[in-house]
């Protein structure tokens, strides 16, 4: 689906994670909150479900709906009890055993684990499992997190997984599957969005609210940071184990990831989008003609910018809907033509205009030259780009698929440099404040004790970076190449 | 594609072809041009080109980026000249061999053909060519384009196809191809666009002049009604070969077909609709809070209408991106989930406001109660509906696939009626005039001669149905029923 | 399927037909009749059907049970009544659109063509077609007839058919079927067999009477050389409108082509061929151990052999039946291993023996060496070949896939030299009139009036090759190369 | 493949093994090994190999030319060094995780396993492992094995395996890879075949000689019961690590398993059938016209028959070598038609004959009668049906996948019972001592010490059924289904 020369210059999502517990059709259900999340990854997804005596699994790569789309792939997964996950593919993994929800067969039964987010002491402790004895299938955390489940001593799951992850750092929204039982999980410092909600008498958990939407659910509240909700036929218990919580939500879900219908973390996103759009207009102001967003993320933002400024909003790219996973792979005579296969300027709105181009963020910056050179294609007198977020200077480690620093524009030039570079007649980005401002702070950063997790714009690393200071990556030991 | 509900209720464009003359890699150009024009028919796609001394031909079933995405198809497809079609289906038609281009084997060489249109005499035709020992391996009014073509005495192809095309009635475009020459024809009335572009030195033909953009050509002029074009080696030849010209353009083309960002028949589609938008504020003005497009085709028409009322536009719907060919079939208990896939009320823009829908057309109706739904769901006070076109009260044979007068839901109930059954509180449809008016016609419809086919509002069957009248449906005879 | 050495080097039968009339499910027995003629033709296949009101085809690359194999397919082939085709590729042809039966819409009704066989003035009856209008979409024989028979003046399809048949030349076993009839024609000369039987009530039509034996019908007669059958629902009907007919039954069809259980042309398949190794047992003797076939078309003549000789049949080649279409594309590395994949030498049954293999024929030789070497390499101490059947010296034009004299090695060389090249201790090819006597004609050939059509052996061309001596190939005109 | 009834009543193997170390492209030559040894399992296979930095491993169900059939699979396998396996379905297991060879990442680097055999204390070790913490992702026996190397304390991966083996009871021929090595392992009593062959220099291991047969590399022994051979850039080394070893080779293998063509346990596999032919016809001649077997099985022991009885040996049964993985799924009108898709009778040698019918075993015997139909069907006078091994009576679980006691035929019907019910003139099944005559044992069995593995005919169980006695059948937790 990134296929389009918008998309490569975004940071993407790892995954996404949908529960439902006792209704019928349980992985219909959640093959259709699992699409409503389509958004968090698109490499590959997968759902456990279990009738309370076996438990059933069906993961692949490809899209929610071109796995489960058919009926009785549906139908083999029988039960009214299941826990789903769509993933972004991450370093090296095309291998078809790298798709969650894992599975493992305890002592007093089956336990099925999916999670969104990154450990950052995984590397190490599985050099240690490793050392003991344990046999790792796949490359993934939530293998760590499996292992360390299954060597604790408590007698009960919910309990074991607690133990479990008393030992990890990271940032993780982890949905765990008993027979009898649907556990929820957000990290203590909530970094990764988790939502409840409920659909009749059913409970549900999710990434974002969206996924509760598509089946009619109702959104009851965020599970919060630290929290451990456990979902029997009794009802739910919420649990606080950790201490040292604090909130510390990831505001790159508000700047891009999230979908703008969900509500996470007590707000609306295109609500906040909107805010943030007119914090843009008041501090990079522009004389111009026309707000021009840059499809689709950069919608909401501009007609905030547009209602600030009054300049009229226009849709002055066109998005062409019929993409699928591949097209033409270009020979030399046409590889110069790919960049508009997903967009096209609308001329009618651009010629001899002076244009405001709305984006919510420039990661590496290799794209928005394109964007530019197809505007000014299209006969723009000006081009102001506007970015509805602070320069992204530093790498994070909490769950997004990101460059190294090397790679980040903003790492390595001035926001004069990166305007020329990309050939705009101005360039502005929204101030850290003005930032947090949009997201309902309306002091801005608290840099005492910040808001939000925020470090690719501060470098603030909030969680130790483990695996990286100890110099382990987790690949010390022999690497395995299965292709999917 | 057209697995949502939202396009369910939806007119469907029949066709979109594309020719580009003398430049590298023809194919690859005419495989970009067709994507473009994927909004067209996204039911099956072929291309056919020459080298001058072979023609090679590859048609199949699906989108344009699943049928031309591997680089060796499009090697296979040698040759500087080419042209393409993308269709919709029509009637009984899952046949391999019912897409175009086709090709024939004449006399003085090879040609292929391609039309976007329908005959309205084509069964009547069919009928006769077999009686005098014709064979029709498809059910397409091309092949009688063809069959006629090969039939007339004259010597040279573009005389012999004119021949042909002055025994048809009906709306076309056509596209014509020989080892040597490219040949375009637009219908005496206009009816379908053509549009004339250059790339460097090679001339292009096509649907829309959005396909000339995505290979970076500039849009040149309209094909006039009844101008036949002949592009050779020495340049572009306009021939006058048709009587009785008009300029009848169909007007649903810029209601709902085309492109926004293409320009055709003389304007940009963009523009068109934003002006019926407001033409449609002035109308049916609202006292509302926000203006809710219906996703994507009512958006140039509710910033219009945003513009004029001064009501805020916002995107009160929000659209997953990621809907591939195939989605959950679902089982009894999700049935009525299915309605989510595709949109979702974005409920922060809906909630306790009163909201103005604005959508381009209505045609059976079916589908318009469950947006209404959806949008009420989410909490909306009041809702207001709006058309940017008049009620659709009669079939339209011209090139575009249509229910019958029973299935329209404006043919058997008023406007009262409709907006009882929708459930909106309040309805409005353009009238004709104000729909002439966006279009460009500041006096509005000139009923005595009409600027535009707009017959599926007035009944105006403007070209005469030959097949219909004389009880020919171009299947009298036996009925083959290929699987594709 | 022919991806293997051994089947490199044979002649290629281009097709089996097969049709049943009344009975429930005709495409289900169809497709069983079909599989059981595979071995006439692997790279294609189709049924057309009616139900006496409409026509239903599915035409398909690929082996009979992979297009044929889902029931829903089956399904969608209504009626009772219908003919099947299978498909040996012929030069260029990777055309979708090249597969049989081909159809067509006449006056009186639909008409469904198959055949097996090749039209000697093909080219030259294409190129007038051509010159009075007719458009050809194949480059199938077949559409020639097609055409012949819509310009026919005669009322009656039978006629039609008759009158198209009368002007061309060549082998062919037709198979025709309207909405009440279905019609079966073998050539004046009887060169491609064909044969009638009977299922309950139902008659059926087929290449060979194995395809019988698999849906439980009973054998009748043989198709007479120039009869017509027309079955309808009143019975059958013989006519015989040709003069000068003779029986030339292809030789071929005893020696390789038709499966050893059928019953051709008055005779048993197995039974021909033992008779055939009885007779090149006592042509060419040998003093040796063991009697080792080629499989599996060396095995009935082995069998004779054997036991004329008294020396012990044994497997000394053994068969890996899991071959599917594609293997190992090899490296450079590995190429010289690929000889094995489908074949082994039997090592205990070779090593220190004196060998007899022996083959059914050798065509172009190239893969004789190959077979002659793995059985040296298991231990062979003489190897002495013996061929079922005369040296391979003329091409053959009448229904078979074959390689020009410059490629046949007996044209080129003497036994002695052929023996030489493939690295034999001895080589003895069976006498024309030991091969005749082996068909049963107790005197050999009557070279006067010779029995059987044996081209390849003789160069008596005894149907005219109109186009090669004409200069007309049928590809005069413009070539379209799509691609299937 | 196995999808023709004359297949369905045969014991199935269930695993095939090939490695080889230090050769350019390994992982060709696995593949085509694989190919030669897809008789042993047909349902998935896979390869592992290293370059002694990195693994690669691919694992899929299908046949191997399905799955390995592309250049490029092939090149992401890199390495020098490789084992693959290929496989028969076991219960329950579609899971796509339930492919060998399974790899473990170790403190000292990876290693890869992959075994042919059946562990009959599986289940009770499972249900230890995962009480102390272990995490299983397969329901394989590979994967206990895996575990309890992992948990030795050994330091040398060799001796941490042999500890391992040293737990397990059961069958097994088990094949390592380490970066550095490559380990075979054959049972100490020798159940399941491996071989040891040399390519130039490079080793090789398979669980047949035909799988050197086809890379071209020389036979040079039987890996010996309780064998440990290791194989390093230095050479090969063999260790004998286990007490009480005994050659109890499975003696299925001569009569059915093994390809003719092969070498195992010290004997050609068709010089031995041949010999129970042999004895076959000693044992129970019959007064016929005609020796017929039932392919491909019955061949050898036919041709055995026939030279001892003198009565010809005549193919009377004829194959359909085009079978595809799908054929018609038979609608009720046809399905009792489906019983000739892969073989038919060749009437010309049965009719109006007495016949002597040649199989291998009868294990179930639900396809016996459909066969004999068959024969009476083409006119046999009288059928005398003969069995190349005794009446199987006892379910057999070192290593091929059986039916239980009840299904047996044998096991609760006489033999007169069985003629009767098979419906032949009479039946003669080898008895238990010709058949160890036929496997060169001139003495019979020798029943104090037998010489080979003969459980399903004797209900000798010569190793201890752990899990059965114990109740634990590796299930006794919670059930996971995997689709695949």
Redesign the interface.
């Known amino acids: 689906?990134h296929n389009d020369f918008l998309d490569d210059d975004k940071l993407h999502e790892e995954c996404g994670v949908f529960g439902i517990f006792d209704v019928?059709?349980a992985a219909?259900?959640i093959?259709?909150g699992l699409?409503?999340l389509?958004?968090r990854g698109?490499e590959a997804a997968g759902i456990a479900t279990t009738n309370s005596?076996?438990?059933?699994?069906?993961?692949r790569h490809g899209?929610?709906?071109?796995i489960?789309?058919?009926?009785k792939?549906?139908?083999?997964l029988e039960g009214r009890n299941g826990i789903g996950h769509t993933r972004y593919s991450t370093t090296g993994g095309n291998s078809?055993?790298n798709i969650q929800p894992?599975?493992?067969?305890?002592?007093f039964?089956?336990f099925a684990l999916a999670h969104n987010g990154n450990l950052t002491n995984a590397g190490t402790l599985r050099e240690s499992l490793?050392?003991r004895?344990?046999?790792?299938?796949t490359t993934m955390d939530t293998?760590v997190m499996?292992?360390l489940t299954?060597?604790s001593q408590e007698e009960c799951i919910v309990n074991r997984l607690i133990e479990a992850l008393k030992q990890v750092h990271g940032a993780y929204a982890v949905l765990g599957l008993t027979?009898e039982k649907m556990i929820g999980i957000r990290d203590p410092q909530g970094v990764r969005p988790l939502v409840l909600g409920k659909l009749d008498e059913s409970y549900v958990l999710a990434s974002e609210s969206?996924a509760f939407?598509?089946?009619?659910a109702e959104f009851i509240r965020d599970i919060e940071p630290g929290e451990v909700v456990v979902i029997t036929a009794d009802g739910i218990e919420s649990i606080k184990p950790f201490e040292n919580t604090a909130n510390r939500f990831c505001i790159f879900e508000y700047i891009y990831f999230a979908?703008?219908?969900s509500?996470v973390n007590g707000q609306?996103v295109?609500?906040v989008r909107k805010r943030i759009g007119q914090e843009l207009a008041k501090e990079h102001p522009a004389n111009a003609d026309v707000i021009v967003p840059i499809p689709?993320s950069g919608?909401?933002a501009a007609?905030g910018y547009s209602?600030t400024s009054g300049i009229?909003?226009?849709?002055g790219i066109?998005?062409?809907?019929?993409?699928?996973r591949?097209?033409?792979?270009?020979?030399d005579?046409?590889r110069?033509?790919g960049v508009?296969?997903k967009h096209?300027?609308?001329?009618?709105?651009i010629e001899g205009k002076s244009v405001v181009l709305i984006d919510d963020s420039i990661v590496r910056g290799t794209t928005s030259r394109k964007i530019v050179d197809m505007i000014r294609g299209a006969g723009a007198k000006e081009i102001h780009m506007r970015i509805a977020s602070p320069p992204v200077t530093h790498p994070y480690f909490y769950g997004i698929d990101m460059p190294t620093a090397s790679e980040l524009i903003a790492s390595n030039m001035s926001v004069d440099e990166i305007a020329k570079q990309i050939g705009v007649d101005s360039l502005g980005y929204l101030s850290l404040d003005g930032l947090y401002r949009g997201c309902g702070e309306e002091n801005g950063r608290n840099n005492k004790n910040p808001q939000y997790s925020d470090t690719c714009f501060t470098g603030d690393y909030h969680i130790p970076l483990i695996d990286q200071e100890g110099g382990s990556n987790g690949n010390s030991?022999?690497?395995?190449?299965?292709?999917g």
């Open positions: 689906m019928n059709d219909a259900h093959a259709l699409h409503a389509q958004h698109q005596e076996e438990f059933y699994v069906h993961r899209l929610v709906g071109e489960f789309g058919k009926q792939v549906i139908d083999r078809s055993t894992i599975f493992a067969d305890f002592n039964g089956g490793i050392k004895g344990s046999i790792f299938s293998e499996m292992h299954s060597l027979k969206c939407d598509i089946i009619g979908r703008p219908d509500f609306n295109y609500q689709d919608v909401p007609i209602e009229p909003f226009e849709l066109i998005r062409n809907h019929y993409i699928g591949t097209f033409i792979e270009p020979g005579q046409i110069h033509l508009k296969l096209n300027a609308n001329r009618s709105m030991t022999t690497k395995l190449r299965e292709t």
